[in-house]
């Protein structure tokens, strides 16, 4: 059972208010409330508690409302769950379920000041959560930990995670100097070893995204993990909830702070403003640890060739937001390809002045738009509405031939652009273009079916490349055109995915079919649709593939019972399937 008093001091912006709607999710019980300090009358429909005011509030004056309240919020965004037999007791909002366990404006764009959360549990149990832990006071049966954050937040971003946890620390310096920020872990006590190689990244983590994004946003407060149990992460501000400590989990997560956190998508159509900044801040990890070549290989992994929107046309559709393939890959790939067509220079200080605009609010993705426009100078609209709002992606079909031109040689490029289920794409097209007397890279817009480009050369062509370093999310191919028609994609057969047995334990077979050769990456994921593990990830000959889960996550912990779901994709589409787990 929780029990639980929130109270909400709000400003008036509007006309003047006379009650004040809160979302609250309606199988809590509301047992009083007050305004202005004097007991109010209340009532509800649906998820919507409205409270009356104690009188009229004109804009500018400001009100405080408390609403006590009782239930059990158990759910999918309220877990009473345990670990090794001791209680966990865990939150998980986002989308909208902050009203699941608290009286809250559940906007995104409506983000509260500050936060502080006073919380009473049996001893023994330590509560993690936002922002800095002002004091914690053992009462003998009871310790009650109030923590409190005074860096505007998303109401889904508020969090607690409850357990006897064992914590240590490490500490970042800001690149301003000054006092370190204490960088907390709420760990598994059986975990502390495991923790330890992944952990001891966060700290040189933080300090290349800050030199590459500005400092870390709540440099002020702190940021830590907590473990929970949830195969995956939640960005919480300043307090990530880990149910993993792979390294990629862990810069994923910590690129929210700046990125989802700090900036918050203003709905859940504009979603890959969070999930794919941070799928992009994986690689970006990688390029600054490993290499600008780790960067494109892993950018490569994360490429996704099939239908829909990165923006998220039906919000009330929890997989739609939270759809690997769109929000996550393709949406990592629009940052990729924002930052091959600006060039760094200019990318970077378009992030910069994104954070200088935005910073502590919430944004669309033509607020974005318009911020990397002012930057560069140049006119983005194209870009955003064939990556964010259209579908699928260019395939360039190119032939080439040389000619005598002066005293000098010059290429004759043509490329012919024939994409199945897409209208044509205008890029700036890279071009590399190999020759006996040295490399010549050169960059040519492209946006019609067919189009023809003139380059001098140094000397005899030996080779030409379309987009060799990988900016574009594109499939090519040198084929002869002269005389011909434009060439077609052709339409591969849709592949098939099952599994069996199905309920399962301890394992299940997992049966993949495609048609044609290409990339097959098959992943499970828990019913939040976060990610529980990844079964393939590459090329694959056309066929039968066949590939066994054994209830076990990618850091080979076994996973608890209930519905997961295998996701296939392949070039020639996506498949979704449900598989229960019974232990």
């Given at each position: 059972?929780?029990?639980?008093?929130?109270?909400?001091?709000?400003?008036?912006?509007?006309?003047?208010?006379?009650?004040?709607?809160?979302?609250?999710?309606?199988?809590?019980?509301?047992?009083?409330?007050?305004?202005?300090?004097?007991?109010?009358?209340?009532?509800?429909?649906?998820?919507?508690?409205?409270?009356?005011?104690?009188?009229?509030?004109?804009?500018?004056?400001?009100?405080?409302?408390?609403?006590?309240?009782?239930?059990?919020?158990?759910?999918?965004?309220?877990?009473?769950?345990?670990?090794?037999?001791?209680?966990?007791?865990?939150?998980?909002?986002?989308?909208?379920?902050?009203?699941?366990?608290?009286?809250?404006?559940?906007?995104?764009?409506?983000?509260?000041?500050?936060?502080?959360?006073?919380?009473?549990?049996?001893?023994?149990?330590?509560?993690?959560?936002?922002?800095?832990?002002?004091?914690?006071?053992?009462?003998?049966?009871?310790?009650?930990?109030?923590?409190?954050?005074?860096?505007?937040?998303?109401?889904?971003?508020?969090?607690?995670?409850?357990?006897?946890?064992?914590?240590?620390?490490?500490?970042?310096?800001?690149?301003?100097?000054?006092?370190?920020?204490?960088?907390?872990?709420?760990?598994?006590?059986?975990?502390?070893?495991?923790?330890?190689?992944?952990?001891?990244?966060?700290?040189?983590?933080?300090?290349?995204?800050?030199?590459?994004?500005?400092?870390?946003?709540?440099?002020?407060?702190?940021?830590?993990?907590?473990?929970?149990?949830?195969?995956?992460?939640?960005?919480?501000?300043?307090?990530?909830?880990?149910?993993?400590?792979?390294?990629?989990?862990?810069?994923?997560?910590?690129?929210?702070?700046?990125?989802?956190?700090?900036?918050?998508?203003?709905?859940?159509?504009?979603?890959?403003?969070?999930?794919?900044?941070?799928?992009?801040?994986?690689?970006?990890?990688?390029e600054r640890t490993a290499g600008v070549a780790t960067y494109r290989a892993y950018m490569n992994a994360a490429a996704y060739l099939g239908p829909g929107t990165v923006y998220v046309e039906d919000a009330s559709d929890f997989w739609a937001i939270f759809d690997g393939n769109l929000s996550y890959n393709k949406g990592s790939w629009?940052?990729?390809?924002?930052?091959?067509?600006?060039?760094?220079?200019?990318?970077?200080?378009?992030?910069?002045?994104?954070?200088?605009?935005?910073?502590?609010?919430?944004?669309?993705?033509?607020?974005?738009?318009?911020?990397?426009?002012?930057?560069?100078?140049?006119?983005?609209?194209?870009?955003?509405?064939?990556?964010?709002?259209?579908?699928?992606?260019?395939?360039?079909?190119?032939?080439?031939?040389?000619?005598?031109?002066?005293?000098?040689?010059?290429?004759?490029?043509?490329?012919?652009?024939?994409?199945?289920?897409?209208?044509?794409?205008?890029?700036?097209?890279?071009?590399?273009?190999?020759?006996?007397?040295?490399?010549?890279?050169?960059?040519?817009?492209?946006?019609?079916?067919?189009?023809?480009?003139?380059?001098?050369?140094?000397?005899?062509?030996?080779?030409?490349?379309?987009?060799?370093?990988?900016?574009?999310?594109?499939?090519?191919?040198?084929?002869?055109?002269?005389?011909?028609?434009?060439?077609?994609?052709?339409?591969?057969?849709?592949?098939?995915?099952?599994?069996?047995?199905?309920?399962?334990?301890?394992?299940?077979?997992?049966?993949?079919?495609?048609?044609?050769?290409?990339?097959?990456?098959?992943?499970?994921?828990?019913?939040?649709?976060?990610?529980?593990?990844?079964?393939?990830?590459?090329?694959?000959?056309?066929?039968?593939?066949?590939?066994?889960?054994?209830?076990?996550?990618?850091?080979?912990?076994?996973?608890?019972?209930?519905?997961?779901?295998?996701?296939?994709?392949?070039?020639?589409?996506?498949?979704?399937?449900?598989?229960?787990?019974?232990?």
């Open positions: 059972m929780l029990t639980g008093l929130v109270a909400t001091t709000a400003r008036v912006v509007g006309a003047p208010l006379a009650a004040l709607d809160l979302d609250l999710r309606s199988s809590l019980t509301v047992t009083a409330a007050t305004a202005g300090g004097a007991p109010a009358a209340w009532s509800r429909a649906g998820d919507v508690l409205t409270v009356t005011l104690d009188r009229t509030y004109v804009p500018g004056e400001t009100v405080t409302v408390s609403v006590a309240y009782q239930g059990n919020p158990a759910g999918s965004y309220f877990g009473w769950s345990s670990v090794g037999g001791q209680t966990m007791i865990w939150t998980l909002s986002e989308p909208y379920g902050s009203r699941h366990w608290w009286p809250c404006k559940d906007l995104n764009t409506d983000k509260a000041d500050s936060v502080g959360v006073r919380v009473t549990v049996p001893d023994g149990l330590i509560v993690a959560s936002n922002g800095l832990l002002e004091s914690e006071v053992d009462n003998g049966a009871t310790r009650t930990f109030q923590w409190r954050t005074r860096y505007p937040i998303a109401p889904y971003l508020v969090s607690l995670a409850i357990h006897p946890y064992t914590r240590f620390s490490h500490w970042y310096t800001p690149l301003a100097g000054g006092d370190p920020m204490e960088v907390q872990y709420f760990v598994y006590p059986s975990h502390y070893e495991a923790v330890q190689t992944n952990y001891a990244k966060t700290v040189p983590m933080i300090t290349a995204f800050a030199q590459a994004f500005g400092e870390y946003p709540f440099v002020q407060e702190k940021y830590g993990h907590a473990e929970f149990t949830w195969g995956g992460g939640m960005e919480h501000q300043t307090i990530t909830s880990l149910g993993g400590y792979g390294e990629d989990l862990i810069s994923h997560e910590l690129a929210h702070q700046w990125w989802g956190d700090m900036i918050t998508c203003a709905d859940f159509h504009h979603i890959w403003l969070n999930e794919g900044f941070a799928t992009w801040c994986e690689a970006y990890w990688k629009v940052v990729h390809m924002l930052r091959g067509v600006l060039g760094d220079e200019d990318f970077f200080a378009g992030l910069a002045a994104y954070r200088e605009q935005y910073a502590y609010g919430s944004v669309t993705t033509e607020q974005f738009r318009d911020v990397m426009e002012q930057v560069s100078g140049r006119d983005l609209d194209a870009f955003f509405q064939q990556w964010v709002y259209g579908e699928y992606y260019p395939f360039y079909y190119y032939d080439w031939e040389t000619t005598a031109h002066g005293d000098g040689l010059e290429l004759n490029l043509a490329v012919v652009q024939a994409q199945a289920g897409a209208g044509l794409f205008a890029m700036p097209l890279p071009v590399r273009v190999t020759t006996a007397a040295g490399v010549v890279d050169t960059v040519v817009w492209n946006d019609a079916e067919r189009q023809s480009y003139r380059i001098a050369v140094p000397g005899a062509v030996t080779g030409v490349v379309l987009d060799p370093d990988g900016w574009i999310l594109c499939e090519k191919a040198a084929v002869p055109l002269a005389g011909t028609a434009a060439p077609e994609v052709p339409a591969a057969a849709a592949p098939v995915l099952a599994c069996a047995p199905n309920p399962f334990n301890p394992e299940t077979e997992v049966v993949v079919v495609t048609a044609a050769a290409g990339r097959v990456d098959l992943a499970v994921h828990d019913a939040a649709g976060r990610l529980v593990g990844v079964l393939c990830a590459g090329d694959l000959p056309a066929g039968e593939h066949r590939f066994r889960w054994r209830g076990r996550d990618d850091a080979g912990r076994a996973v608890a019972s209930g519905t997961y779901f295998l996701r296939l994709r392949t070039p020639a589409g996506s498949v979704l399937r449900p598989v229960a787990l019974v232990r």
